[in-house]
Nanobody
Framework: VQLQASGGGLVQPGGSLRLSCVASGFTFGSMGWFRQAPGKEREFVAGIRWSTGTTSYTDSVKGRFTISRDNAKNTVYLQMNSLKPEDTAVYYC???????????????????WGQGTLVTVSS
């Protein structure tokens, strides 16, 4: 089982990036994106239930970020628009099974993690 994240980079404030995470070896019940800025704890950004496509977001990214999945490619995406300097962080994709709604924002609920991709929002 492997999660391969990609798509990070340097972007100006107001710009857009799309992150991708390919899951190989298994199809998970839930996948999510977390981020960790220097000196801060890892925080939940967005999540999706694979079977239903139900999504959830942290408040700070609602209306700007969109999580989606491609079943055929076993890939989850995070489209990030209207990026702000405070979005700067290493972004990680994560996956797990049996994650109930109340647990979906907790890193400990996810069993598998990608390697992280750096997103820098700066002028």
């Amino acid at each position: 089982v492997q999660l391969q994240a990609s798509g990070g980079g340097l972007v100006q404030p107001g710009g857009s990036l799309r992150l991708s995470c390919v899951a190989s070896g298994f199809t998970f019940g839930s996948m999510g994106w977390f981020r960790q800025a220097p000196g801060k704890e890892r925080e939940f950004v967005a999540g999706i239930r694979w079977s239903t496509g139900t999504t959830s977001y942290t408040d700070s990214v609602k209306g700007r970020f969109t999580i989606s999945r491609d079943n055929a490619k076993n890939t989850v995406y995070l489209q990030m628009n209207s990026l702000k300097p405070e979005d700067t962080a290493v972004y990680y994709c994560a996956a797990g099974n049996g994650i109930i709604t109340s647990q979906r924002t907790a890193p400990s609920a996810y069993n598998f993690w990608g390697q992280g991709t750096l997103v820098t929002v700066s002028s």
